[in-house]
């Protein structure tokens, strides 16, 4: 099927897809880094759903 006989550009084009998926994340990653700081502050402890919320949702 292939001249190689091995596939190898299937595998060569599937790891750099991934490369350039894991490239976009660290540009996201260092962008939001500039936007909100090396450590954002922890969500609010007191907003918190109700205790039988899920109760009505699984009916």
Request: hydrophobic letters at 50%; glycine letters at 8%.
């Given at each position: 099927?292939?001249?190689?006989?091995?596939?190898?550009s299937?595998?060569?084009?599937?790891?750099?897809?991934?490369?350039?998926?894991?490239?976009?994340?660290?540009?996201?990653?260092?962008?939001?880094?500039?936007?909100?700081?090396?450590?954002?502050?922890?969500?609010?402890?007191?907003?918190?759903?109700?205790?039988d919320?899920?109760q009505?949702?699984?009916?």
């Open positions: 099927m292939w001249a190689d006989g091995g596939g190898g299937v595998a060569f084009m599937t790891d750099s897809t991934l490369q350039a998926q894991l490239d976009e994340v660290r540009a996201l990653l260092a962008r939001a880094r500039e936007l909100f700081g090396e450590a954002p502050l922890p969500p609010p402890a007191d907003i918190a759903p109700a205790a919320a899920v009505n949702w699984v009916r």
